[in-house]
């Protein structure tokens, strides 16, 4: 009930690509989902996140899309570029306060020049 | 733009041995957190702190572990015993109400 399920483990994509990397919840309590971007040897660093009031949001190149039905979310980033190469998670929580994020188990991204 | 600051990035220690991992969180931030990453893995709770209390702690975060936050800028996890599966990342995390978590660089934290 408190899993996030991530995938791909890992995804090669070419300069100027779409890279997508999706992501499956159980717990309908989740109402907060982030996107983490992490550089080796760094902490996550928070990239976009959304509430399930809304079916996309988009930053930029990055975009979630919220499908709260099928209890899923995915990370769309566009025109993909080598600096986007990182570790990505998603991540969900319930409500405010002290809430715990719950990540998912991480997607290598290699963005190929 | 503002910071959550961890130290040191690197700690060997030997099995058996008591480590201090400090944090200094953001200033305003009210919820501070203390996740850790097995080289590999994915980031796992372990434990929230608000309003000088435990919030919220993980089944990994045992009795080897305690949290405490001594003054009003600093947040510390303290394992009493190490062990070798302990060798991880460590983050600390803040946050404001309402507002995403602030992660910091990390500690490393190696076992041998």
């Known amino acids: 009930q408190q899993q996030v399920k991530q995938s791909p483990q890992s995804l090669i994509v070419q300069k100027g690509g779409i890279s997508i990397i999706n992501c499956a919840y159980e717990?309908?309590?989740?109402?907060?989902f982030p996107w983490y971007q992490q550089f080796p040897g760094k902490g996550p660093a928070l990239l976009i996140a959304?509430?399930?009031?809304?079916s996309e949001k988009k930053e930029g190149r990055f975009t979630i899309s919220f499908n709260k039905s099928a209890k899923q979310f995915s990370l769309h980033i566009m025109d993909s570029q080598p600096g986007d190469s990182a570790t990505y998670f998603c991540a969900a929580s319930k409500g405010w306060g002290a809430q715990k994020l719950v990540f998912g188990q991480g997607t290598r991204l290699t963005i190929n020049p | 733009e503002p910071e959550v600051t961890q130290t040191p990035s690197h700690q060997v220690t030997q099995m058996g041995q008591e480590v201090i991992l400090r944090c200094v969180p953001i200033?305003?931030?009210?919820?501070f957190y203390w996740y850790r990453q097995i080289l590999g893995q994915k980031v796992e709770f372990l434990v929230s702190f608000y309003n000088n209390e435990i919030s919220e702690k993980s089944e990994i975060f045992d009795d080897q572990f305690s949290v405490e936050r001594p003054d009003g800028s600093n947040f510390t996890l303290k394992i009493r015993s190490t062990k070798l599966e302990d060798s991880a990342m460590y983050f600390c995390?803040?946050?404001?109400?309402?507002?995403?978590?602030?992660f910091g660089s990390g500690t490393r934290l190696t076992v041998v």
């Open positions: 200033s305003n931030h009210l919820y």
């Open positions: 717990n309908t309590a989740f109402d907060y």
């Open positions: 959304i509430r399930p009031d809304v």
């Open positions: 995390a803040s946050r404001e109400d309402r507002v995403g978590y602030t």
